[in-house]
């Protein structure tokens, strides 16, 4: 496929100078395509999260967005070329409502923002029913469902969710999932950097293994999830012989 929305091509980088945690890391998503990054705590789903949005740069190796070369750039100007990212903490203004969050997410629009607001609402009926309600007093789920109707704002072609269903109770992460479903349905590309990785590969079209810094598997989620390697390694299922 040469069509790649995004691609990440042997990519090095850490948070300390000379220490890379991403050690040669390969990675592409299609437009349309929802692709899950998954492995063990440590292996660098995070880190690849935050250097393809410019929260880290890269000590080698090129990160190609829509054709251009975004390596280096800072993300207020990633975002302005259709990227959003949403943290795994701190991803909401806890002091302000849910309807103005969602207009902080549209730092950079002009004009009305009604329509865009809307359209939120209809995904999300739950942060309709609190717009006006203060983001620090809602659910460790509603605050997920917050913080990617907040992304949406700016009708992004790439979407990199970091952890959305850490510390959720089942049923939360079950909603939250549901959600991030719906939101590919509507033909936005999601990269999902998930614990949860069967739920993940389940769901995603294809998936990505991460070990010590390196994309140690690649393939379809249904590949991935009934490969007898991964299943042992990262997915907690033992396979007969």
Known sequence: MNNWLLE????????VQDLNILQGINFRIAPGELVAVIGPNGAGKSTLAKTIFGLLNPNQGKIIFKGENIAGLKSNQIVRRGMCYVPQIANVFASLSVEENLEMGAFIRNGSLQSLKDTIYTMFPRLAERRRQRAGTLSGGERQMLAMGRALMLDPDLLLLDEPSAALSPILVNSVF?????????GK????????AKKALLMANRGYVLESGKDRFEGTGEQLLKDPKVGELYLGLAYKK
């Not at 042997?10 to 948070?15: E, H």
């Not at 590309?189 to 949860?196: A, G, H, M, R």
């Open 189 to 196: 590309s999601i990269v999902l950097v998930e614990q949860n």
């Open 8 to 15: 990440v091509e042997n990519v090095y980088a850490g948070y």
């Open 178 to 186: 549901e959600q991030i479903k719906a939101i590919n349905q509507t």
